[in-house]
């Protein structure tokens, strides 16, 4: 857990995933913390730098005296980012978050990879019940409304769940009255229509099919204002749609942020087999084997190559090594030469054929060796 001091207030955020990974900054709805994301993050951080934070006066984070804006809560994230040090990041944020994301990729483009906008909407209704809401709170707490709130976050099959109603519950109760009515006063000062058409980062807009805050068609007037973006309506979710139907969520940020499974894995098959291998395969593809294909593209390539965990020279090392173990020499020709693609100098593969002649034998190695001279010539003689 981290803590970061800016304009009156401590704001506490986590940082999850590989450390060289691309950033991504998740920003909650009104009301809970950082627990929203949980399941989400389990997936995300697989691939990202998982960046996750409170907003003023919520969860771990302290209070300022409100009323807040949208602008000061935007810069409160931003804060966040560049106390990890992170110049650009893609973003994703629910109700609330939403906002503060667009905000960011409307007023700072240069600091936006993607964006993905959840729930959220350029305005949230009149000002007046956020500005009583705000007064309800600074009286009787934000537990005062857990009842109402329970009954717009989820669908019915979700009241119903008493474990969902526990978790949102100990979020709840963990927000500052005053932060949480401060943020009900930036939401009613909320105007983002004129701010749209500045968003240039490749944008998702989620919606939840049941929500009676952000419905389908208010989602798709958002949609609407923001250039080339894209509109995703889950089933069965209603406002804290990545509470509700969690995989189906994480997997249509994933798509987003990195495009989906068989996109990825034709873009790092190409990479390091190149395009006259790919076509060439596709060319020959027969319908008994065209599934086969498929399947090779979306989870060795798409699925495990294009994770963040190991680098593709790595990759490609190890790749070399198990083919030289397994006596696939047919296959090791093609990777030692998407080795060299990949960065990997022919005296490193010298020692990586090395390493394999000790740990899968002499004459494995050599007959890689074999294969290396027929792919470099006299270089691995």
Known sequence: MGV??????????RVEGPEHAPALLLANSLGTTTAMWDEQAAVLSQRFTVVRYDHRGHGDSTASPGPY????????????????GFETASLCGLSIG??????????MPKRVERLVVCCSARRFGPPEPWHERAALVRSEGPGALLGTLVGRWFTPAGQRDDALRARVATMLASVDAEGYAGCCEAI????????LEAVAAPTLVVAGALD???TPEVALDLAGGIAGSSLLVLPAASHLA???QPARFAEAVLDHLCGPPATRGDTARRRVLGDAHVERARANATPETAQFQDLVGRVAWGEIWTRPGLDQRTRSCITVAMLVALGRFDELEMHLRGAERNGVSRSELTEVLMQSAIYCGFPAANSAFAVARRVFGDDHG
């Not at 970061?4 to 955020?13: K, N, P, Q, T």
């Not at 939403?98 to 007023?107: D, E, L, P």
């Not at 009613?188 to 701010?195: C, D, I, K, N, V």
């Open 188 to 195: 009613a000062g909320l105007e983002l229509s004129a701010e």
């Open 212 to 214: 009676p805050v952000v």
């Open 98 to 107: 939403g906002s503060v994301v667009t905000w960011i990729a409307a007023h």
């Open 4 to 13: 970061v001091e800016h304009e009156g207030a401590r704001l506490a955020y």
């Open 242 to 244: 990545n509470l509700e």
């Open 69 to 84: 804006s949208i602008e000061l809560l935007a810069r409160d994230a931003l804060a966040v980012l560049d106390d990890i």
